[in-house]
């Protein structure tokens, strides 16, 4: 499945994926098939991605957005 996806996403058209995949494969898949293949496992990382993005912005959320005040110095010229 997961050769299928990527053969979906790597061309312009899944009809031309499935000539792909009959070529180097030597099997021969349905280009509907390959449709629905490459949006189940699309939707898996789209969800795996948002999963992630949402704790990134937990984290970044945690953090206070004002800097701590720097201390004063004096230079030297």
Partial sequence: MLECAYWAQDQVSF???EEKIKRTLHI???DDTIRKAAGYIGKAVFEEDCRKADEAWTEFCKRPLVSEPKKKRV???
């Fill in 15 to 17: 009809q031309r994926a």
């Fill in 28 to 30: 021969s898949i349905d």
């Fill in 75 to 77: 230079y030297f010229i």
